[in-house]
């Protein structure tokens, strides 16, 4: 009587294992049926280089617009900066990089004044250069995930901080960094 209870199970482990081989090559199991939905295509993502000579090839096409202002792309989001001439100047400045395809959003800093001297680009060149500094010899902080922008004494952080404790500390030395009037965060976590 052992040798037939052997046999049963050998068959059916043989069996078993079959069964296994088929459903693994086998073609997939059938999708549950109800209503169907379409598959959205994915969005293709734009390298953010490319955004920005985008934009600034918008803005190429109108006059004095390129001169004036400035585009820093983060993960798909614009920072626009610099000192439009007038309001239409702005606004037709934030309009002309929104045409652009692949941004997710357009922060738009841009300022309406024409008092811009010498002395002014030296000094948020230096501010610039100081919270560059700060960031980069700073251990707790990956410097790589921030752009800053200073324009009139106005500095400007865009990225994508690691943690809350990282922004605190990037948001810390941009305060003290001296001869800033004002500090805009538009960083994530």
């Known amino acids: 009587m052992r040798r037939p209870t052997l046999t049963l199970l050998t068959a059916l482990c043989a069996l078993a294992a079959l069964t296994a081989c088929e459903t693994a090559g086998g073609p997939p199991p059938a999708a549950p049926s109800g209503p169907a939905v379409a598959a959205q295509p994915p969005t293709p993502v734009v390298p953010d280089p490319d955004l920005t000579q985008r934009i600034e090839a918008q803005w190429q096409a109108v006059p004095d617009i390129a001169d ?87 500095l400007y952080l865009m990225g994508q901080a690691d943690s809350q404790a990282e922004l605190d500390r990037v948001l810390g030395h941009a305060r003290a960094v001296p001869r800033v009037r004002q500090v805009v965060n538009h960083v994530r976590l």
Do not use: C
Request: aromatic share 4%; proline share 1%; no cysteine.
């Open 68 to 154: 004036r202002l400035d585009v820093s792309v983060s993960n798909g989001r614009a920072l626009l900066t610099g000192r439009a001439a007038t309001p239409d100047q702005r606004v037709q400045a934030v309009r002309l990089a929104w045409q652009v395809d692949g941004l997710k959003e357009v922060i738009n800093e841009i300022q309406v004044d024409d008092q811009s001297s010498l002395t002014d680009g030296a000094t948020d060149s230096w501010i610039h250069a100081q919270m560059r500094s700060r960031l980069l010899f700073d251990s707790g902080i990956r410097s790589l995930n921030y752009t800053v922008v200073v324009v009139n004494q106005t």
